[in-house]
């Protein structure tokens, strides 16, 4: 086994020989090549050093399983029952760039390949400063020969920026811990307004629920209206014009928060019959079950986000570039190292985590 010589010190060389600087770049390479080979040679390229394959691989995946660890154990310690000599004022997780104002929350689950376990899902959470701007003068459609009004152009433009993430091969209550430390990472306990825009599913509800109550939950709109597409291009004919008129009579109802409307037209059309499919047998149930969550009228009269677009960006960004490649699928634990790793550097804070890493565990 080698030994650590003085020079090495002098050197700040670690024991894999490796500077901290030379692994912070490789790292980051690792990060956004699309393989560790190809990071290999963009390291090369870039520093004028050779590195291999293998190499880069140890120092990615090294790095990013002395973070896993150090979340596992923030998230444990941010969810853990109180304890003797807390205070309210007490954090658990030191604040970075904490949301002002009004925040989102959006979560969402995404598939990549895990070697000897097949497909498995990573769940995402994507945590966003909400800004609220007034409607456009000049609508883009008007620019356009064929462009047609939007139900949007009266409102007021919603922008989400400074986004940040969490992403794991984790259950859903594993997650929750996850997702509540990076909450109070982000401050969302001190904001004036927080929403949470996701698909429906009970899942995400119920741990959000729970993690942040305050929360106003919306049923991504794009998820709703896409379910009532489905009904009518399955039962009015695709492409119809007695689907179309439909769908865009029921899109009205929805878009003003007449959800009992929409349930009762849904029940007329008699889906409840085997030869649908379940997405359409169950539409009158996942809008009356959702009700309070599809009022848009409300949600948009207050500023809030109705669409989840920053979750699934998220999901490509930081799980699919990188981690849905061709090949045998990952190792869950190195898979969970890498995501660890990606989180932090999409959510633009690499640098610090990386010094925070090159220090002794607390």
């Known amino acids: 086994m080698r030994g650590f010589f003085p020079l090495d010190r002098k050197l700040r060389l670690r024991s894999d020989h490796w500077s901290e600087g030379a692994a912070r770049v490789a790292t980051r390479m690792a990060l956004r090549a699309p393989s560790f080979q190809k990071a290999a040679e963009d390291y090369t390229d870039a520093v004028g050093s050779s590195i291999s394959r293998m190499s880069v691989w140890r120092i990615a995946t090294g790095a990013g399983q002395v973070l896993a660890r150090r979340k596992k154990v923030e998230a444990q310690r941010a969810s853990a029952p109180a304890q003797r000599g807390e205070t309210p004022r007490t954090r658990r997780v030191e604040e970075e760039r904490p949301i002002q104002g009004q925040g989102n929350i959006s979560t969402d689950g995404t598939m990549i390949l895990i070697r000897e376990e097949g497909w498995k899902e990573v769940k995402v959470g994507a945590f966003s400063q909400v ?57 969302l306990e001190q904001v004036e307004k927080l929403s949470s825009v996701n698909d429906g599913a009970l899942w995400i509800e119920r741990i959000t629920f729970t993690n942040f109550p305050q929360a106003t939950q919306i049923v991504d709109w794009a998820h709703a209206s896409g379910r ?103 190792n869950r634990q ?25 220090q002794p565990a607390a």
Not at 149 to 171: F, I, M, T
Not at 323 to 330: A, E, K, L, N
Not at 348 to 358: G, Y
Request: hydrophobic share 35%; proline share 5%; aromatic share 10%.
């Open 131 to 187: 800004e609220t701007l007034p409607p456009r003068p000049h609508p883009k459609w008007a620019d356009r020969a064929e462009g047609q009004p939007s139900r949007r152009d009266n409102d007021p433009r919603v922008k989400l920026s400074q986004h940040s993430y969490v992403a794991g091969l984790w259950e859903a209550d594993e997650f929750a811990k996850y997702q509540y430390a990076e909450g109070l990472r982000r401050g």
């Open 334 to 358: 190195y898979a969970n190292a890498m995501l660890a790793l990606l989180s932090e550097y999409h959510s633009d804070r690499f640098d610090q985590t990386w010094f925070h890493l090159c």
């Open 228 to 330: 009532l597409h489905t009904v009518a291009k399955a039962v009015l004919g695709e492409g119809s014009a007695r689907s179309t008129q439909w769908v865009e009579a029921r899109l009205d109802k929805l878009w003003d928060g007449q959800v009992e409307k929409v349930v009762k037209a849904l029940r007329a059309l008699g889906l409840d019959q085997d030869k649908w499919p379940d997405e359409v047998r169950q539409a009158p149930g996942y809008f009356e079950t959702n009700m309070e969550r599809m009022r848009y009228n409300q949600f948009r009269a207050a500023g809030y986000p109705i669409g989840s677009g920053t979750v699934e960006s998220g999901a490509k960004n930081v799980v699919h570039l990188r981690m849905r490649r061709p090949g045998r699928g990952w």
